[in-house]
């Protein structure tokens, strides 16, 4: 897949498979072009080249979530259903049992202002799943909050992601997180973009903080750090 923006070219012939229920991660220089290809996925930029997918749909978790503070907790995740006409009740129905599967069904009725960053994160992906995607775009949405909090949401998130098997493509500019969560590590370079490198991670999961002190991941970060140092950030 290519893609330019008027006479700049942002993606060059990128090329790279994602196994179904399998955790991507995507790494590269800032402003290389890695929240341009998932709006390509997404359909929201022209593109040169093919996207394949074995489901159309699609959940997407941007790098700060965008909920609406004067809504409660439900109608925020039954939103998506809501834009395409589904009835009230309906999406309500639906996005409640999504709130159950990330731990705030208890919140449902709440106004969003009264949750914690990490509670707010949740409550994204629910939004991004209540339409029964398969397929998970995550770009940066850790990068908001707090270090304590990024690192339980990284957690649960392996945990969640493992459980239900749910395909997902993230972006993030960390190495540590990327190796982390994912199954591959894909390595952009700078713009335009191409595939420098790709790394698999074979680390058990879902991942604990045990895979932190796991002398296979620290030499995999090191690995990556190395090639990203040697071209720039």
Known sequence: MSVSYDSTL???RVSFAV???DIVAVLG?????????????????PHEGKIEM???RVGYMPQRDTLFDWMNVVDNAAL???LKGTKKSEARGKALHHLERVGLSDWAFER????????????????????????????????SV??????RLQLYFSQFLHVEGITTLLVTHSVEEAVFLSDEVVLLSSRPARVRAT???????PRTLHVFRDPQYQTMVEEILRQVLAFGT
Request: proline residues 5%; hydrophobic residues 40%; aromatic residues 4%.
């Open 80 to 82: 998506p259903l809501r």
């Open 146 to 151: 707090d270090a304590q909090t990024r690192r």
């Open 112 to 143: 969003v202002y009264h949750l914690s960053g990490g509670m707010r994160q949740r409550l994204a992906l629910a939004r991004a799943l209540v339409s029964n995607s398969k397929l998970l775009l995550m770009d940066e949405p850790f990068a």
């Open 54 to 56: 074995s489901n159309g």
């Open 10 to 12: 942002v993606l060059q």
């Open 29 to 45: 220089p800032s402003g290389c072009g890695k929240t341009t290809l998932l709006k390509a996925i997404l359909g929201l930029v």
């Open 199 to 205: 790394f698999k991670v074979e680390l058990p999961k």
């Open 19 to 21: 196994g179904e229920g």
